[in-house]
């Protein structure tokens, strides 16, 4: 496990997030987030038969939802999995695989470092 600063991360997080079509800005939470309730059930992977079955309940507002779940509940944030990878000019990028609604979270909770895994 390895530690980074949260603004750097930042500096890669897209905004908007897209989740199946469904986008989510930073903005769109902060408006939102004392309205909805908090979403314990964690976004099923996409080879999930559930989520294709019950794919309409995955809208704004459950993510949204399953945000404000980490915020309320930091001890529950794991590791992001993320992927390091250079640009044509030898620039570092960096993409999510997987821990959008936790780094939000990390975002929102004002955190200066959050841990990450490295998927090869």
């Known amino acids: 496990m390895y530690y980074i600063e949260v603004e750097k991360l930042k500096q890669h997080f897209p905004n908007p997030i897209c989740w199946d079509g469904i986008t989510v800005t930073t903005e769109d939470v902060i408006a939102n987030i004392e309205h909805i309730k908090e979403i314990e059930e964690p976004f099923p992977y996409q080879w999930d038969?559930?989520?294709f079955l019950?794919?309409?309940?995955?809208?704004?507002?459950?993510?949204i939802g399953r945000i404000k779940y980490f915020i309320n509940h930091p001890e529950k944030i794991e590791p992001l999995e993320l992927i390091f990878e250079k640009d044509e000019n030898?620039?570092?990028k960096i993409k999510f695989y997987d821990g959008c609604h936790r780094f939000f979270a990390h975002i929102l909770r004002n955190d200066i470092m959050c841990c990450y895994e490295i998927k090869p």
């Open 49 to 51: 038969i559930e989520k």
């Open 54 to 63: 019950n794919h309409h309940k995955y809208n704004k507002e459950w993510h």
């Open 90 to 92: 030898d620039k570092e």
